[in-house]
């Protein structure tokens, strides 16, 4: 893999969301090169960051990461208190930024979004986009396969569950640095907000058929915050859409398995 140094920037737009209002959005751009959106999960959006530069050096792309709002210390409107509102706030995020040839991939609640935004916009993708990614995607309600539940989970047992070999990844607050502990409750506050108890809608699964764009739906084989029968469960519901389980992987394979996980976005 490349050492290279990839060129950031961080630049906060104020979006005007049809039935919101004003939503400011912090960004994250990543390298040169044609588009790709990469929205973060329940983990935040340094969850993200490294594999942002890995893929942006790796296949020569533009990476656009956008910090959900109410995560990382930001800004979130109280009019914006659903995924779908979050779906409708990068709908306008790619309009403003008028991304073509546009590559969307999410991971975990990243992933529901991601979804949400590609039933949104629908047929109109393809005069955008070329293809959409699901990495272990939360939101689907599959009956006996719901997601863990996550808020009565303690930072251990979010690991035991996130990874197929969780100590590598283990937190421990006494060495976060500050920011990131100050922005913890306001990640977990965020994400209630947008999932829900259940981190599950089950009106999804009727929208999921507007997907008009070539779908990967990934899971990791370990994952045990998400299980594969819900990814195989968004295939199914995706027109064409292909699935892929990762061996030795949990639910963040661009921290666990990220060469696997590139390979698969390069192809």
Known sequence: MTTQTIP?????????VDGIGPVPVRVDEHGQGRPVLLLHGGAGPQS??????????EAGVR????????????????ALDAMRGLAATYATLVERLDLHDLSVVGNSIGGWAAAELAALVGARARDRWR?????????????????????????????DLSYFEPD??????????????????????????????????PTLADRLGRISVQTLVVAGEADRIVDAEVARAYARAIPGARFVLLPRTGHLPQLESPAALLELLRG
């Open 168 to 201: 590598r990844f283990r937190l421990d607050p006494a060495t976060l640095p500050p920011a990131l502990l100050a922005a913890m409750p306001g990640n977990r506050a965020a994400l209630a907000v947008y999932g829900g108890p259940t981190m599950t809608d």
């Open 131 to 159: 293809d959409l990614t699901l990495v272990g995607a939360v939101g689907l309600d599959v009956p006996d396969h719901r997601p863990a539940d996550f808020f009565a989970l303690s930072l251990d047992e979010v690991a």
């Open 8 to 16: 950031t920037s961080t630049t906060t737009y104020a979006l005007d």
């Open 63 to 78: 990476v656009v990461v956008p910090t959900h709002p109410g995560f990382g210390g930001t800004e979130r409107p109280v």
């Open 48 to 57: 993200v960051s490294a594999f942002a530069d890995l893929l942006a050096a």
